[in-house]
């Protein structure tokens, strides 16, 4: 089973749906035929590559409300083992970043790409490392086993920009609109960092369904590929679950 997390490292609700799939994962009884990528997805593509406080661009878009949000995720994040820290977290635009974890995923393997991905959340939200800055991503990089030349070279080029860009564009046409969204098989999609629970539960339904789709095609019979389920309209903001453009 392939699982394809459309998520951004600028996304507080994406590291609880990271965590909260992986302790189903941990669950699920196929767990080591299930291969999991991140695919890259931009909240604010717009975002400076200059480095910003966080908290002064979030009262800025959001106003009063901004301060209740991130104490509401902070509070959810304990119970998933995260130390959220806003108010050294910085507003820089991710696209470096997404870059790097293609980097990951083509050259070194889904498994080192999640370990990057956990990295880039963890100096984002919890260490307040500006993760547009290139030697502070290569210093992330080489701590999750990618090699410093090839890592430096590649972010001082512009490898992996159109790749990114095509991922990007993949997401639109998928109508995801708001992060984080699982697609599983390429077929169903589940929005949102939802319970543990929730997510097992879709673990079990696709391998299910999966079972029996490969079963039917052995007996003959031809079924056409679904799309993933679009994404519900969300207010432009990191409600619950989700963080919506």
């Not at 990114?164 to 169903?188: D, N, S």
């Not at 994404?231 to 990191?238: I, K, M, T, V």
Request: proline share 4%; with cysteine; hydrophobic share 40%.
């Amino acid at each position: 089973m392939k699982v394809e997390i459309f998520s951004d490292i600028a996304c507080p609700w994406c590291f609880i749906g990271k965590r909260r799939f992986e302790q189903a994962l941990d669950l699920f009884p196929g767990k080591d035929e299930v291969e999991v990528v991140f695919r890259p997805y931009q909240l604010v593509p717009d975002a400076p590559e200059q480095a910003s406080p966080h908290r002064a661009w979030l009262a800025e878009r959001y106003g009063p409300q901004s301060v209740a949000m991130d104490a509401r995720v902070a509070e959810l994040g304990k119970a998933e083992g995260i130390d959220y820290d806003f108010d050294t977290a910085l507003h820089v635009n991710t696209f470096l970043a997404h870059r790097l974890l293609h980097l990951a995923e083509t050259e070194y393997g889904a498994r080192t790409q999640v370990e990057l991905k956990e990295s880039l959340l963890t100096a984002h939200f919890s260490d307040g490392v500006d993760v547009g800055d290139r030697e502070q991503l290569t210093r992330i990089a080489v701590a999750a086993g990618l090699d410093r030349d090839r890592v430096a070279g590649y972010l001082a080029g512009d490898e992996g920009t159109a790749e990114v860009r095509a991922q990007l564009a993949e997401a639109r046409a998928l109508g995801v609109t708001a992060v984080p969204t699982f697609v599983f098989e390429g077929r169903w999609a589940v929005q949102g960092g939802q319970e543990a629970s929730t997510f097992l539960r879709v673990l079990e339904q696709v391998a299910a369904e999966t079972a029996e789709t490969a079963e039917h095609h052995g007996q003959g019979e031809q079924h056409g590929q679904d799309r993933p389920t679009g994404s519900a309209g969300f207010d432009g903001a990191c409600a619950d679950g989700v963080c919506a453009v």
